[in-house]
């Protein structure tokens, strides 16, 4: 599996943005949502408890500058509180889930972590304007219903000069034998990510670094990650 080290791609002008799932699957997608990060949180704990999820996390954390950064859809903790290992930055989590931040608040106490919390949608930020200087997201802009006027918000909340990294599961059919490289709780995530981001979305490394563009980040730039079942992003806001 590779890290956040791997090829980066420049973005052509005129790049599609999500691949979206078919639109007749949109119950589906609702249900497997509400599924996932709710009754069946202990199962996406569980499937990403391993050291590859973990270390995707942490490179995404190194490419936010701090100190006050936010995890979008923070889930169990595992992103925000991988992040903060760093340290020298303030961790914040939102999620709209109470179900998964219950999970990441027992997961912060567990590990003696500060990581404050808040539940709400990652469409309409409670942040006031610049107030932040990184935005994260692990898994996160896929499962909305538009990643674009979601970004829009981030670029309100972030200080100019401020950054934000996502990470988000990548289109076209990367190779099974990469996610059984990691083991097989690896396998695993991969194959929930595969089929969450059937019923949602998947992104091309053209696509995402454009969403990031149009919502007027500037340097926006993605490559491909965890073996190429993930592309990761990053960009700034400009001064
Ligand atoms: C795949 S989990 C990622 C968890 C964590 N970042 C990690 O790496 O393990 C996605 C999270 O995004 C949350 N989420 C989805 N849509 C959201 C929205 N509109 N606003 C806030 N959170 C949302 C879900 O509740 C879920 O906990």
Redesign the pocket.
Known sequence: MTGATARQVPVPPEAGLAVPARPHWGAMAALS?AFA?GVAAPIYSFV?AHET?RAS?RALGALVPGPRVL??????G??ALEMARGGGKLHLG????AE?LRRAARAARAEGASLPLVR????ALPVRDGALDGVTG???LY??PDPAAALAEVRRVLRPGGRVAFLEPRAGRPALRDAFAGGPRCAASMLLWRGMSRLHARFHEAGLAALLARAGLRGARAWPVLGGHGVMATAERPE
């Open positions: 949502h990060f990403t999820w996390c995890d979008l859809g923070v889930g169990t595992t992103s939102l999620d709209r889930s998964m709400a949608d990652g469409m692990h898994s996160f499962l909305l």
